[in-house]
């Protein structure tokens, strides 16, 4: 079965940091891009950040560069995203997912919550 | 980058057929043949019903379709049904590998 599981979530103090990562299993890990999208409790998605297959190549939404650092390794078959200097409005839902498809994407996790408060 | 534009609510009865549409600019939705369709019930992810514009994933019945014109695109769901009330949202590549989402409609079966 073709799965992602998202660990790391919880609560942290504005300004601080957290590492979210996720497991895959069921597919070839390292032939997909792969991506974070969050979403806020009742708002809608927001794409966060992509990475190429190789990981050589990162991209982020402008909101998040500089702070936010997604990485991975094939060989452990995991995705992983580095939160720093966290905000309020970064207190959101994170998905990990696959891009199936060009700018599809048909693997979901079930997300992992990140709690920003002091 | 903004959101991309989806109506914030649409309804329609059983059997009937209701259509979504998403806006956005010749910088994502018009320029390149990338949007998707997702449906998310309450609690859960997301699931992808429509990539590429019209192309549908394994599994996601044909009473699913999406078309573009310009800058928009549009999901229609035909011979509605009650497991399809959900939320809904469009997406598009918007350049240099980067994703806009629109800001979901919430189609309710009447």
């Known amino acids: 079965e073709v799965q992602l599981v998202e660990s790391g979530g919880g609560l942290v103090q504005p300004g601080g940091s957290l590492r979210l990562s996720c497991g895959a299993s069921g597919f070839t890990f390292g032939d997909y891009w792969m991506t974070w999208v969050r979403q806020a409790p009742g708002k809608g998605l927001e794409w966060v950040a992509t990475?190429?297959?190789?990981?050589?190549?990162?991209y982020y939404v402008d909101s998040v560069k500089g702070r936010f650092t997604i990485s991975r390794d094939n060989a452990k078959r995991s995705l992983f995203l580095q939160l720093n200097s966290l905000r309020a409005e970064d207190m959101t839902v994170y998905y990990c997912?696959?891009?199936?498809?060009?700018?599809?994407?048909?693997?979901w996790g079930q997300g992992t919550t990140v709690t920003v408060s002091s | 980058q903004s959101a991309l534009t989806q109506p914030p609510s649409a309804s329609g009865s059983p059997g009937q057929s209701v259509t979504i549409s998403c806006t956005g600019t010749?910088?994502?939705?018009?320029?390149?043949?990338?949007v998707s369709w997702y449906q998310q019930h309450p609690g859960k992810a997301p699931k992808l019903m429509i990539y590429e514009v019209t192309k549908r994933p394994s599994g996601v019945p044909d009473r699913f379709s999406g078309s573009k014109s310009g800058n928009t695109a549009s999901l229609t769901v035909s011979g509605l049904q009650a497991e399809d009330e959900a939320d809904y949202y469009c997406s598009s590549h918007a350049g240099t590998n980067n994703v806009l989402f629109g800001g979901g409609t919430k189609l309710t079966v009447l």
């Open positions: 010749s910088s994502d939705v018009g320029g390149y043949n990338s």
């Open positions: 997912a696959r891009f199936g498809y060009y700018f599809g994407i048909d693997v």
């Open positions: 990475i190429k297959p190789d990981g050589s190549e990162e």
